[in-house]
C-alpha cells in the first residue's frame, strides 16, 4: 500500500514479520513475547550452553542465565518498543529451556592468569585466546556437544590487556587480528558459534535496561544455538537470491593495497551465507579506498553465488538483486551481467547514506517507509529511519537522513526495490530493536570483512553460514 505525499514522494507501509506457528507481528520484540521464536523442526527445545572463564565471570554468567529463565520486566514503563523479557522456560512463549550444566563449563585457572601477567604485554591477548582455544576444544569434544559458546572476558584480562592511557580496553594483538574476531574463527573451526561477553554486561554496569539485555543476548543466543532464524520476513520474492556486495582489506606487505570481495547471501527462505571472493591489488588515484571490481572478477564472484544458491535451493534462481555502497562502474556491470546470462530478471542496486534533511509541518519527523523518486537523474531516496506509525515515535538522535539509491537496471520496479531494502533493514540478528537504517546486506559488512581478514583466518577452512560471524 503507497499513501502519496506529493507528485513524487510516496510511502511504503511497515514489513511485517513471521514468528512460530506462522503468526505475524511487525515488531520483533512483539512477535517474540506473544508467539515464540520460529524454529526448526528438529530443534528439541533446549540450548546447551559451553562456558568458558574465570571461576569469578563463569559465576557471573551463570546468576544472569538464571535471571534469564524468567520473565523480567523493564525498570521504565512498557511501551510498544520496551517489553518485559518473556524468559527462557517450557512455560514461557519461547518453550524453550537453557542448559549450561557443569561438564559444559571451563574455567581459567589462576596458574594461567600468572603465565598471561608474566608476559610480554603485546602478546597476552595471543596467549590468552590460545587459552581458550584449547578450552573451547575440551568442551566441544563432549556428547553431546554444546550448540554455543559463551565465552566471558574476566575483569583481571581487561586490566592485564588494557593500553596505557586508554580509556576503554581493546583485545587486539595487531590492526588485523584481535581476540573478538580470533574467538570467531575457532567457532568456526570447531562448528560451533560463539557469544562474546564483556565483564560490564555480566556486572550490568553502565550497560542497557537489564530487560533489554536479556533480550538482545537471547535473540543472538536463539539465533546462533539452533543455527537459524527466530523470525524472518512474511515476504521476500520466491526464487530471488539478494547479493549485498563489499570489499575488505588483505594483510600484505605490498605497498600497494590488497582487496578482497565479499559476498553476503541471503534467499527468501531467511538463511544467509558469507562468500569470500578473490583478492587483488587496487590502484587508483582518483578512488584509492573505493576498490571496483573488473569484469573477470565480478563474474567470477556472482557465478560463485549462484553455485551457492544451487547446492541449497537445488535449482538457479530466477531473480538476482545485488546491493553495493559504491556505484557499479562498467566493467563491473558487464562482469555481473555476463556471470547472470542465464538469469532471467537483475538488479544492481546501490546504497549509501545521504546527508539530506525533509521537516513536516506537524512535531514528527518524516516517517520511515517514505521514499522520493528522480528518475531522469537516477538518484532516489528512502527512508528507512524517521517516525514510525506502528511504534507512534521516532527513535533515534537528530534530524533522521534518508539512504541515497541509484538502480542499474533496465525498467526496474523502484517501489519492489524500496519494499525489499526497507524489509531488509528488520534481519539484524544482533538485537532486538525494531530496525536498522541499513539493509543487513550490507550493515554489517565492515565485521565481516574484518574477520575474514585475521591472519588466523588463513589458517582454516571458512565456512559461509553468517551465524558463525555474528
Known sequence: MKRIFNENAEYIDEPKLMFKGDKTSFNPQVGLFKYGPRTKKDFVGEIKIGIIGTNKSISQLISLLRKMQSPIKPRKKTTRYRLPFPGFSRDSTFKIELNFQREYQENLSIKEIEKIKETDFKLRVDVFSKFVFDKMKLISSKHPPPDIFLITIPEVIMDLCKEPGSEKPKLKLSNFDDFHDRIKLYGMHLRIPTQIIRPETLLLKNTQDIALVCWNLGVAMLYKAQKGFPWKLTYLEENTCYVGITFFREIAEEKHLVRTSLAQVFLDTGESFILRGDSFKWQNRKHPCTPHLD?????????????????????????????????????????????????????????????????????????????????????????????????????????????????????????????????????????VFFNCKLPVTLAVSRRLGRILANSYAKGIEIDPHYYYYM
Not at 352 to 362: C, F, G
Open 295 to 431: 569484469i573477470n572478477g565480478a563474474k567470477m564472484l556472482i557465478k560463485q553465488v549462484i553455485k551457492q544458491y544451487e547446492a541449497y535451493r537445488r535449482t538457479k534462481p530466477n531473480r538476482i538483486v545485488i546491493h553495493k555502497t559504491s556505484s557499479f562502474w562498467e566493467d563491473e556491470r558487464e562482469g555481473f551481467y555476463q556471470g547472470t546470462d542465464t538469469i532471467t530478471e537483475r538488479d544492481f542496486i546501490t546504497i549509501n547514506n545521504s546527508d539530506i534533511k525533509l521537516y513536516r509541518n506537524d512535531r514528527w519527523f518524516v516517517p520511515r517507509g517514505l521514499f522520493l523518486t528522480n528518475n531522469r537523474h537516477n538518484i532516489h531516496y528512502l527512508y528507512t529511519i524517521g517516525y514510525n506509525p506502528y511504534l507512534q515515535t521516532y527513535i533515534g538522535f537528530g534530524v533522521p537522513t534518508p539512504l541515497r539509491i541509484s538502480v542499474f537496471t533496465e525498467d526496474p520496479n523502484i517501489t519492489k526495490i524500496f519494499e525489499e531494502i526497507l524489509s531488509f533493514t528488520k534481519l539484524d540478528w544482533n538485537n
